[in-house]
């Protein structure tokens, strides 16, 4: 094999060496193609963010410090003490509520309506429908031992007897909380962390007197004792009498 022969090869390796080290080779007699047809569409625009969800509706029943509030009426049937089943879902949050205060120790439900109609029936009507809702809670878990039922007619109103606005506000339950117990803490901060420090805890059973209810006697006798200590009307003062009219003075005689 001649030298000159062995150089081309030598050259000719090189050449593809550096080609495939990124280099650019060229194509004799290669043309330009154009690419016909329609291009592809754009991409879809992103989706909008969806609608941030409606606030929750607030709540039905709400725990105090003394008292259980519902607001929302138990529904009754017409001059009965029967349930209507439309309440039996606020009953149900009203157990929840009663199950979780566990520091309620005794709970007072009261029946209350309005001033209309006969009031000894009234009294009757509020009373069983108190105990109707007692009992409806004991049936679905709530201890006997936590609660009591009582009416008071039309005793305790909270508006106007005289509008029908006021008279619906007065024909309700409540649920007063007349013994818990109330829980007590000394605490100390450190100054270094900033962390609370429990020193001393104590739990005190609290219980609310219940005021008696006036009875129709006492009504009088206050509405007596309140007629005695209105001041008696001050005496009409007596009448001026006119001065009587003076008599003429006598001409006097002319000096002589």
């Known amino acids: ?63 105090r410090d003394n008292k259980i509030e519902i607001h929302e009426k138990i529904q009754f049937a017409v001059n009965k003490a029967t349930i209507l ?27 209350h309506a309005s001033s209309e109609g006969d009031k000894n029936l009234n009294l009757k009507l509020s009373d069983a429908r108190a105990k109707a809702v007692m009992k409806y809670l004991v049936d679905h878990g709530i201890e006997k031992e936590r609660l009591t039922a009582k009416g008071y007619g039309s005793s305790k109103p909270i508006a106007d007897n005289e509008t029908e606005e006021g008279r619906e506000k007065n024909r309700r339950v409540e649920f007063n909380i007349v013994e ?31 005021p008696p209810v006036p009875t129709e006697a006492d009504k009088k006798k206050a509405e007596e004792k309140k007629a005695q200590a209105k001041p008696a009307p001050a005496p009409a003062p007596a009448p001026v009498k006119a001065p009587a009219p003076k008599a003429p003075a006598a001409p006097k005689a002319p000096a002589k």
């Open 85 to 111: 089943e439309a309440s039996f879902s606020l009953l149900a949050e009203i157990g929840d509520v009663i199950k979780k205060a566990t520091h309620a120790k005794k709970i007072a439900i009261e029946g």
């Open 1 to 63: 094999m001649s030298k000159k022969y062995i150089s081309q090869v030598i050259l000719l390796s090189g050449a593809v060496l550096i080609a495939g080290c990124g280099g650019t080779v060229a194509f004799q007699g290669a043309q330009a193609q154009s690419v016909t047809g329609t291009p592809p569409p754009p991409p879809p625009p992103p989706p909008p963010p969806p609608p941030p969800p409606p606030p929750a509706p607030p709540p039905r029943v709400e725990l």
């Open 180 to 210: 818990q117990d109330v829980t007590s803490k000394k605490i100390e901060i450190d100054p270094a962390t900033g962390k609370e420090k429990v020193l001393e805890e104590k739990t005190a059973e609290v219980k609310k007197e219940e």
